[in-house]
């Protein structure tokens, strides 16, 4: 088998069934199990540092495997540009969805207060109870793809881990989908709640939530492609992601989580997470 189509296979996995598995634990759990998926959602955060710190910015900074300052300079320009763009993509979407809704407004801070805020599913439970279903489409739309934006560097982790590889058993490439497969799940379960809370079926709300994990197996065929091209696209295409993905961790994932659970619990359950990462990556 090409190792690219087996790419999609594990990116399939990892990407839409692990957020729809997600997604379907979140709509069958109770409403007040905010605080389990705050520590999931803590968890899944140190998983993700560990891999960001002690995996794919070290293979950037020698993707050939030998020290050369050029690269570490390459490295910081692709972690900027990374978090940057992950940053870019959320704002512009907050300005197209947040003025519609009448409890935001200018006394409000910009960084978003509420759960629901974060993913957009007020943006949606707004248009559905004005009954306009056109808007409520386009709302949709939106929310989907916010919770899609991040999957797409996480793809790119998949693919990038492949390059190289000779068998489509490489052991880098399966960790790196396994990891991002477990860290889907509470994802996928923060994700569900607040739609199906919302007012969201919940069947429709475990499909949304499904469907956002495609850009994984996207992200994954740009990851490889790039890693393919040489030492330096590889550079560029491992720093990007982890730029892409601190943005994600720090930006979503942990205030997520602080907001579901204002306590220190999260804190604890994110040094449990890199350590479990940390396992992973060179056991």
Known sequence: MPVYCWIIIVTFISGVLGTGLGGLIGSIAKRDS???VSLFLS???GVMLSIVCFDLIADAIKPSGEDSLSYLFLTIAGLIIGYLTVYALNRL???NTNHEVKHIDKSHPETADDLNELIHSD???HHRETGNWREMFVAGVIMAC????HNLPEGMVIGVSYSGAVNVMDRAGLVMAIVIGLHNIPEGMAVSVPLISGGMPKLRAVLVTALS???TI?????GYALGELGPVALCLALSFAAGAMIYVVFGEL???AILMWRSKKPAFAILIGMIVGLIVIYI
Not at 146 to 149: F, K, P
Not at 218 to 222: D, E, Q, R, T, V
Request: aromatic share 8%; hydrophobic share 50%.
């Open 146 to 149: 916010a919770i899609a934006l």
């Open 43 to 45: 968890f899944a955060g």
């Open 123 to 125: 943006h949606y439970s």
């Open 34 to 36: 905010s605080k389990v």
């Open 218 to 222: 996207i992200g994954a065929l740009i």
């Open 93 to 95: 979407i907050d300005q």
């Open 213 to 215: 994990g495609a850009p």
């Open 254 to 256: 942990i205030p997520e």
